[in-house]
């Protein structure tokens, strides 16, 4: 007996949610680890880089600002859950699990230019 909504054979059949975002998250918990010690590494570089102008500015009252920027930082690498779990629904969903890594990267490259962009030109020319 056939069943009442033939396959198509260019539709991959959809997962249920739980397992699309539990699949969302393996591949992209794990990476938020590795754009974290990115976007780290930028600041220590502009920090050594620039000792002596950067050294007034590390007081303990500039800790909460910075913990704040951190925090940004992660809820812009959210956002990309809203491409990903639609992508995943969708008919491109074979290719897409093949080709998010892209999305990864050039997303910690546009989070490395926001962040020298902040730096360079936002904290620096402030730091007395």
Known sequence: MQSAHPSHPLIDPQPPLRETLAAAARFWEPRRILYNLVLTAIVALWVVASWPHFRPALTWSSL?????????????????????????????????????????????LFAVLLENYWIADEIYPFVQ
């Open 64 to 108: 909460p600002p910075m913990t704040v920027l951190a925090l940004l930082a992660n809820v812009c690498y959210t956002a990309v859950y809203i491409v990903d779990l639609p992508m995943q629904l969708s008919v491109f969903r074979s290719s897409w699990l093949s080709r998010r890594f892209t999305l990864w990267l050039v997303g910690t």
